[in-house]
């Protein structure tokens, strides 16, 4: 972490920016105040790196973990912008939940506590023993199955509301297949996919 400082919050981001030779909008920062004098303040902003943000990431996702009194141990990655955290522990189905759904949870709560701590939003994808790869797959599977239901009777297919990840998987198995469209509709946890037939 390193520290610049600035008249303003723009002045300091500038500063950091020409600095460090990354455009503003690049910086992962944390903006606070300082008092300089009896009076005035200075503007102070703390710049990070993507390795600062993993690992608040992980204290945070082990912390919450360990309030449920399960030993675990965590790997991380960096995919296409998407920050990987493999969990591992001795009740791996406990944190996965039925369907899926705790292990979600923890995900939304991690991606909550980082982007609230660095006021910028990143994408966090929690997995334990491949689950998440492994459901990508079985979507993907029943996906093409509905798009050639689909392309034979011209009905519309809705799939029940599922996470931005998962979402992504029924879209990458549904690109390029003849007239047949993907769509996500809904609002929140309430957003679904719907694989529509087109001319």
Request: hydrophobic fraction near 35%.
């Amino acid at each position: 972490m390193k520290e610049y400082q600035g008249k303003t919050a723009e002045e300091a981001l500038s500063n950091a920016a020409e600095e460090l030779k990354v455009p503003v909008d690049q910086l992962i920062y944390i903006v606070s105040d300082k008092k300089k004098g009896l009076f005035s303040k200075k503007i102070v902003v703390e710049i990070y790196e993507i390795s600062d943000v993993i690992k608040y990431a992980e204290d945070y996702l082990l912390e919450v973990i360990d309030n449920l009194e399960i030993e675990s141990a965590v790997q991380s990655t960096i995919d296409n912008d998407i920050i990987r955290i493999t969990i591992d522990s001795a009740h791996n189905p406990v944190l996965i939940g039925k369907n899926g759904r705790t292990l979600q949870s923890l995900n939304e709560l991690v991606k909550l506590a980082v982007s609230n701590h660095f006021h910028r939003r990143f994408r966090i994808l929690l997995d334990i023993n491949g689950y998440k790869d492994s459901k990508y797959v079985r979507l993907a599977r029943i996906a093409r199955h509905a798009a050639r239901e689909v392309q034979r009777s011209h009905d519309t297919y809705t799939f029940d509301p599922m996470p931005a990840d998962e979402r992504r998987a029924v879209h990458n198995a549904c690109s390029g297949l003849s007239n047949i469209r993907t769509e996500s509709v809904g609002e929140g946890t309430h957003r679904q996919v719907q694989i529509i037939y087109v001319e």
